[in-house]
């Protein structure tokens, strides 16, 4: 049975220590969250994953890793500042302050139902800074509220850095921080948050092509590597366009209340680099973009056939990283009815993903032939460089097996008193729990297979 609510997981990652309230001792602080020892080692993975499909499996696409404090003009020309905003509307009966076009029901409080509410207000979702010496408390900075603005003005850096020819991308992760009204759904709406993006600069007359490839790359990606199955995908095209795009749509994962937003494709069309470049009237810039006099820095693609040099389009991937490792969990749990009253919880994660590759549990603590051997294999397999192996400490074997099934672990690896005399060990599988002994020296190689298999 997989995940009947969010809330199902939420137990799951504070005790077996994958998320945790942020400030949590002085009550919390919302829309924050701390990640501990395995939802770190899950979203080094995710992260890795994505790292891996855009730069390392391809030759057009660069990294980078921007300033998350971030000068104000670049906020103002993005437009940000002007119009990155959630319609407020609070309530004068109770005082809750809600984001009217995430009511319920438009004219009454989800709170406590009162009529009695205060018109919509626009409130800025990004967060000021006041910085330096010299600051008198007046906003100098923002905390950045996306990855994609920091690459678009990182666009000459890079270019210049390694040159290519169009298309070629920019890809980039790291934290964000918007002042959501009403951060919910754990970690789906956060107020720190950290993002997947990647812009992918194209010559405009390809934009359609390119905005089709990208969404069908993508969903392969949530398929094959995340391993999501696709009908818990879709693709739904956004309704209503935002003034800079000219095609965008979500790619929606099916949570346990219904399909929500993982990842946007957005076609971005000249709006970026035709915002931020300076001497915008020597290009045809075919976007909306407000008049700029102070970027020091042409943002242009020199065609080395032609000549030409013109504002290259923009085809965006935006992925939440939290949300992602949300939906993996979500999909990974499980509940076992085993018979007999028995149940087990196991989270069936892709090995790839998995915060613990594998566990080694000696029987007995007490004997230290035992322990020397598990200790052996345990270096062993840490000598693989495939992430982080486990030694247990407790010989109580169900509570290791329950233990690693609940955080994921593909393979259990038990020492016991048969292994002294024919130095095989148990190797028990997380999904099928069978289990087959295996000899001491092939360990290493049947963990490299099931690692590299990455089947769930
Ligand atoms: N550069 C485009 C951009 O930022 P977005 O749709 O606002 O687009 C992209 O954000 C992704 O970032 C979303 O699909 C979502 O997964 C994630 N995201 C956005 N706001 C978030 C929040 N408050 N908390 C967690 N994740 C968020």
Redesign the pocket.
Known sequence: MPAKTVNDIVALCKRRGFIFTGSEIYGGLGGAYDYGPYGVELMKNIRAAWWNAMIYSRNDIEGLDAAVITNRLLWKYSGHESSFSDPLVECKKCGARMRQDKMRDQTKCDNCGSTDLTPPRAYQLMMGLSIGATADGAINAYLRP?T?TTTYTNFKNVMDARPHKLPFGIAQIGKAF?N?ISPRGFV???RE?E?A?MQYFVNPADDEKYFEMWKEIRMAWWVNVLGIPAEKLRFTPHEKLAHYAKAAG?IEYEFPDGFD????IHNRQDFDLGSHTKAQDEFNIQANVMDNRDSTTKLAYSDPQTGESFIPFVI?T???V??AMLAVMLDAYTEEDLGDGKSRVVLKLKPALAPVKAAVIPLARNVPELVNIANDIENDLRKLHIGRIEMENSGNIGKNYRRHDEIGTPVCITVDHQTIEDHTVTLRYRDSMQQERVAIADVPARVMEIINKNEK
């Open positions: 996306e994609a918007r959501e789906f709406r956060m948050f993002q993006e979500d937003e993982v990842e946007g965006e935006a992925m939440g939290n949300r």
